[in-house]
């Protein structure tokens, strides 16, 4: 079966620093992957997703970026981090066959 | 542009009472439509989901949902919460074919026992 794993679980990081989240599935290949974050009252945000390796379509302007270094890998990454970018970060894989996605256990960002 | 709106920010419910959470979407063409559900402390999971065939779904832990197509709803029901029910419930859409999904904004359901 498909698993999908998030680290770290929690993360505090002063302003300006940067930031690698990493996201990994196991017991799939080729799965589409996507980043979001949600926020109280928002709910979910495409922020980022890939089709297959080094394939990244960004959602919306972000002081973040992603990469997809091996096809089961999923990174989150910024230079900078803002104030901003404090929220609850979601990765998922989408299955192929139902449209269906899967979310991992996400990673909560907290920037002081 | 596609738009998912889930009409009530925070439903609150006591027990047995009838659950029924509205969802409308904008989307041109043909839909995908899903519920998700967020227990405290616990992944997003799947509830249920429409792709084609009886507009009424039903999914797991006794909710359902109804697609009626000529209102762009996709209402999520429960005739009976439980206190367990207690979470935060998303509605979501994608064209058929499509990588992406688009989220309602989500509505936090509290049943007091």
């Known amino acids: 079966s498909q698993t999908i794993h998030q680290w770290p679980a929690t993360l505090v990081q002063p302003v300006g620093s940067p930031l690698s989240l990493e996201c990994t599935v196991e017991g799939t290949s080729n799965p589409n992957l996507y980043w979001y974050r949600q926020a109280a009252g928002r709910g979910l945000q495409l922020l980022f997703y890939?089709?297959?390796?080094?394939?990244i379509s960004s959602e919306v302007p972000q002081n973040l970026s992603a990469s997809r270094p091996q096809d089961r890998q999923f990174i989150l990454s910024s230079k900078k981090l803002l104030l901003s970018d404090s929220g609850f970060y979601l990765c998922?894989?989408?299955?192929?066959?139902?449209?269906?996605?899967?979310f991992g256990p996400g990673t909560r960002l907290t920037v002081l | 542009a596609q738009s998912v709106s889930q009409h009530n920010h925070h439903v609150i419910l006591s027990e047995a009472a009838s659950l029924e959470l509205g969802c409308n979407y904008s989307?041109?063409?043909?839909?995908?439509l899903f519920w998700y559900v967020q227990y405290p402390g616990q992944h997003l999971q799947l509830l249920l989901k429409y792709f084609s065939g009886d507009p009424l779904v039903k999914g797991i832990k006794g909710f359902e949902a109804e697609f009626i197509k000529s209102k762009f709803s996709f209402n999520l029901r429960k005739p009976s919460v439980q206190w367990s029910d207690t979470a935060e419930y998303f509605c979501a859409a994608s064209g058929a074919g499509s990588y992406q999904l688009t989220f309602g904004k989500g509505t936090k359901l509290s049943v007091i026992p």
């Open positions: 998922a894989w989408r299955s192929g066959a139902t449209n269906e996605q899967f």
């Open positions: 890939s089709v297959g390796i080094g394939q």
């Open positions: 989307y041109g063409g043909t839909v995908n």
